[in-house]
Each structure stands twice: as C-alpha cells, then as structure tokens.
C-alpha cells in the first residue's frame, strides 16, 4: 500500500509540476561570463568603431545585470529591478538611426547592417548582451534557476515583459531626429500596429519630442504573402493618429526598393523577383547566359548598403 501511495503521489506531482519535458529551459549556463564575453567582444571588435561605448566596465555591467535577477522570484521582477543595469550600459545613439521594428527581427537586422545603417535594440549593448538568453531567479541557492524558467504566461505580464520593456524604454529615450520603424503588413492574426505592443507600451510614448523630429514607418509583406494592411489603412491609420498627436512627424512606405533588394537576395527565384528582373531587364530569359556587359542582376549588392564613405542624402542611411 505505502509503495502504490507513493507512485500515486509521484504521478500527481508529475502532472501537477512543471518539467524540462515543457520545453521551458533554465538560466543558460555560465550566463554571467557569456554577458562579460558579448560586452568585451561589443566594445574592442563588433561595434567598436560603430557606436559610442557605455562608461561602465563589463565586469560590472554583468554583475548589475546579474544582481537584478538573482535571488528573486521570477514572477515579482519589475522594470525597476533592472534599472540600475540599464543607467550603466545606457548609450547616446547617433542622430536618425533608430530602427524599432516589430514581427520582422531577421530582415530589420539585415537592414540595419550591425549599427552600420541603423541601430537596433539589438545593437546597443543592453540588448546586445542578453538577445537569446535565457535567465530566471530563486529564493534558494544560488540564486538562478538552472532547471526551468517560466514562460510568458506563468507570470503576470509585467513581470514577463520587465527586462525588455524597460530595454524599450532606455532605446526609445536615446533616440534623436528621424526614428524609423519596420512592421509586418501581412501577418492575419495580428496588426502591424497594435496599441499594447513593446513599440506602442513602452517605445513610443517615451520617445523625446525634444529629440526626434519624425516617425518613419516601413511596412514590409514578404512576397510569398498577400498584403493585409498598406500605409493607407488597417492599424497604420491608427499609428499616424498616435505618431501625429504626440508632435511627430508622420511617414510611411510599402516596401520601398532596398527591403525588396533584400527580400530577392534571400530568394531570386521567387516568382515575383522574377518579375521584377524580366521588367527591369526585358530580354533577359531564365536560361540565358550571363553576360558581362550586363547590369548586375537584381539580387546583387545594391548601392544603398555599399560603405561610400559619403552617406549624405542617402534616404534612412
């Protein structure tokens, strides 16, 4: 009887507890040297010549970052928990470079070119340290939960969405002149805009109307999907009215050429940069050989990205 108690306790806790079985991984290991190492490979090789440096060393960026975390129980952290992290790793960020973006990460950093052309959240050193990893406290020691960290729907939101949302916040506030923002026009369950996303929480409200001059707005549609919103209706309208009553400037563009340049390079045998090709260069067949007194072909590196040591009236450069 005690053996078959035992069993029955065991399965409930099973089913009652959660697992590694859930897919919820730990705190990545050794997470404290992988932040010292990202810092130090951020400040004397990545983005050393890029973008300015924070004043705080890395040793003690990681241990800020690492102090807000530990000890506490995951679903009580709030912003302020990481604010002092956030005040030593904070950066001046060059004038019209901003880039937020929303359901587009991949092709918002291939744009931005690692702070070359923009500056993501990714590119600055607060996202730069931790993009990808995954961190989580406890009361007992250590201090970090090595064996499982919530998901985002165990904790209440606020806890869930503290690290990146005060991150938003500090990215939003160093922003200067023209701010440019990529979102997805095709997505059907969910609009490019919404009023309670990371941009509309907790990046537009704080950005500085002493600082930015306007709102630039890129709406992408990947080219293997209808469009389901333009600049010119669905939450976009919504999004001018939000950008225009806080002073901004407002513009918009459906994928302008040097996203489409982009989206081709990923895949040019895609029908419609196929199209595309044939119109820009009629005559030119799928079986025709290469000719040297050709034009480049579409997919290839266009001017827009190529480092001309004069980047004066190039559009969101």
Request: net charge negative; aromatic share 10%.
């Amino acid at each position: 009887m005690a053996l078959q108690m035992f069993f029955v306790l065991s399965l409930l806790l099973a089913m009652t507890s959660p697992s590694a079985s859930d897919n919820n991984p730990g705190t990545t290991p050794h997470i404290q040297d992988i932040c010292i190492g990202r810092c130090y490979d951020y400040s004397q090789i990545k983005y050393k010549s890029v973008l300015p440096q924070a004043s705080g060393s890395c040793e003690e960026l990681a241990d800020k970052f690492f102090t807000a975390f530990s000890h506490q129980p995951p679903c009580s952290l709030s912003m302020a928990h990481y604010q002092p992290f956030m005040d030593a790793a904070k950066q001046a960020l060059p004038e019209d470079k901003a880039l937020f973006w929303s359901g587009v990460k991949q092709l918002a950093h291939e744009y931005a070119g690692d702070g070359r052309r923009f500056v993501t959240l990714e590119d600055t050193l607060i996202g730069y340290l931790v993009d990808g990893l995954v961190w989580c406290g406890q009361g007992s020691p250590p201090g970090q939960n090595y064996s499982r960290c919530p998901s985002w729907n165990d904790c209440p939101l606020e806890s869930s969405e503290s690290f990146w949302a005060a991150a938003s916040k500090a990215f939003a506030e160093s922003a200067r002149g023209r701010v440019t923002v990529m979102t997805d026009g095709s997505r059907a369950d969910r609009p490019a805009y919404r009023r309670d996303s990371f941009f509309g929480k907790y990046e537009l409200p704080f950005l500085n109307k002493a600082l930015v001059t306007s709102v630039d707005v890129i709406l992408t549609h990947p080219l293997d999907q209808p469009a389901v919103e333009t600049c010119e209706n669905g939450s976009l309208v919504q999004l001018m009215q939000d950008v225009t009553a806080r002073g901004f400037n407002f513009n918009c563009e459906d994928d302008p050429q040097a996203i489409l340049h982009l989206l081709c390079a990923d895949d040019p045998v895609i029908r419609e940069c196929q199209l595309v090709t044939k119109y820009m260069f009629p005559g030119r067949g799928d079986s025709e050989k290469y000719h040297p007194n050709h034009p480049p072909v579409l997919n290839s590196k266009p001017n827009l990205f190529e480092s001309t040591g004069n980047t004066a009236g190039l559009p969101y450069y």
